[in-house]
């Protein structure tokens, strides 16, 4: 496996995966051409260093998978870096093959490069499946998390 940082190219694959969950299905638009706004976003993303958009690519150069990386710096625990990750995606036909574990070892390998202090996600409590394999990992519910949609 290959892990790099996304290019526009890979949008297409990128916002594919994105969609392809039940969640997913009623939060993105898959379409070619793609929307205007992922590509935007994804300008935004690229242009920004405390953003890394990630694709893992298999021997035949096929993007598998993908997962963004954000760095956060605070104030508290002595000016810490906080590390969060996102948009945890594999393609279907490549679920159940240890892929998810290996993204994940490489997403923690990479904030401990950064120095970041705290690796954290959220995942919707519609996941229960997903919530079992982040447990597995070593991630534990420390605090309940709130959000306010607009």
């Known amino acids: 496996m290959i892990f790099r940082k996304a290019t526009e190219n890979d949008l297409p694959d990128i916002v594919a995966m994105l ?7 009623t939060r993105e638009n898959y379409q070619i051409p793609l929307p205007k706004l992922y590509i935007d976003a994804f300008k935004k993303i690229n242009a920004d260093k405390n953003q890394e958009l990630i694709v893992v690519e ?3 150069k096929e993007v598998i998978g993908t997962l963004q990386l954000t760095y956060i710096q605070y104030l508290n625990r002595l000016g810490s870096l906080r590390a969060q990750i ?3 995606r594999i393609k279907k036909n490549h679920r159940g093959q240890g892929l998810g574990k290996n993204m994940f070892e ?10 970041a202090c705290i690796l954290q996600l959220t995942t919707d409590k519609k996941r229960p499946e997903a919530i079992k394999f982040y447990q597995s990992l070593g991630f534990t519910a420390s605090h309940e998390g709130m959000k306010m949609q607009f």
Request: aromatic share 4%.
């Open 19 to 25: 969609a392809d969950d039940e969640l997913g299905k």
């Open 58 to 60: 298999n021997e035949t």
């Open 86 to 88: 996102e948009s945890v």
């Open 106 to 115: 490489w997403a923690i390998n990479r904030a401990k490069e950064k120095k």
